[in-house]
């Protein structure tokens, strides 16, 4: 007879990260186990403090995947290897991330249980109409970074009975005074002003660090075999918005390119991501969740203005050192 006082586990790439920190958190205030995949002894450190347990390894550790996968009742992949800034070869990305998915699918298999996967909100193409779209959108026709490919092949294992599901985070993950958004404020404070593009007319969707978590393990308990969530929060705001608060927070101006000059001079990853419009929205996650809103009520311009990334204007201004990056 199976023990009921039982803790389930989730085991997480990535638990260490932005996101990964979060859900750890949550998780573990919810009554899981949490093991976390981990690099390095700082990570192993800070997972250990989080309460969950480290287990040394990166996406090439296949046995490593395979053995955890095994043993937990969930498995969450954040991890998707790959540095913007560094524009390596995709294809080796994509051929490392089915290596993993498929490390996770042989130890899943026939199980029914749950293995949740991550996505961006810009996999989809925005509405000619200016409408909001829903996870049935097509790819964008300039899609720099085929990671629908990586999502297609993730979902491709669910008819081996594994209940696999795909949440794409929105393009800005902001709260806690991290992600994109401090990487931004470090480029403003470097370059002596913010950047964007075609005046920052493109609209954006956001999401808090917290509710995106919240939604990973509402996912865990309800999502359906096959499926592709957005993770993103009702409302839209323009790049200009963004870029004006976070200037305004730095006391510096901002500088706005045409695509193909931002692109020529920082790469067609940047130029994209600040010329994108995304309306996602996530009505879908919400019906069948039941997820709501909570931490980020107020949203995004609000959290730089006066919320989370007051304290990290402060410390850039004053010279501090900051080694937060992209994604961290």
Request: aromatic share 6%.
């Amino acid at each position: 007879m199976a023990d009921a006082t039982k803790k389930q586990r989730i085991f997480m790439t990535g638990a260490s990260g932005y996101v990964g920190t979060s859900i750890t958190e949550q998780a573990i205030a919810d009554g899981y186990e949490v093991y976390g995949l981990s690099r390095s002894e700082s990570n192993d450190e800070k997972l250990r403090k989080l309460g969950a347990v480290p287990v040394r390894g990166d996406l090439s550790s296949l046995d490593v995947l395979r053995r955890e996968a095994a043993a937990a009742d969930v498995v969450i992949h954040l991890v998707h290897d790959f540095n913007p800034r560094d524009m390596r070869d995709y294809k080796e990305v994509i051929k490392a991330q089915a290596a993993a998915t498929d490390a996770f699918a042989d130890a899943l298999q026939g199980t029914n249980k749950v293995l949740l996967t991550t996505g961006g909100a810009l996999m989809a193409k925005s509405d000619p109409n200016g409408g909001e779209t829903d996870e049935t959108a097509p790819t964008p026709d300039d899609e720099i970074i085929p990671r629908t490919l990586v999502e297609k092949h993730d979902l491709s294992v669910a008819p081996k009975g594994i209940r696999v599901a795909s949440i794409r985070l929105a393009p800005f993950v902001y709260g806690r005074g991290g992600s994109g958004v401090r990487l931004f404020m470090q480029m403003g404070a470097r370059n002596g002003f913010v950047l964007t593009v075609n005046e920052g007319a493109a609209t954006t969707t956001s999401v808090h660090v917290d509710d995106a978590a919240r939604l990973y393990l509402l996912a865990a308990k309800h999502a359906r075999a096959g499926e592709v969530y957005n993770a993103t929060a009702p409302g839209f705001v323009t790049h200009r918005e963004i870029v004006d608060a976070i200037a305004g927070l730095l006391d510096v101006p901002v500088k706005s390119l045409p695509l193909a000059v931002a692109t020529e001079k920082m790469g067609a990853f940047l130029g994209r991501f600040l010329s994108a419009d995304n309306k996602s929205s996530s009505a879908k996650a919400r019906k069948e969740f039941g997820w709501e809103i909570k931490e980020g009520k107020a949203g995004i311009i609000e959290d730089i203005k006066n919320g989370s990334y007051v304290p990290v204007a402060q410390a850039i201004k004053s010279g501090a050192p900051d080694g937060k990056t992209w994604g961290s």
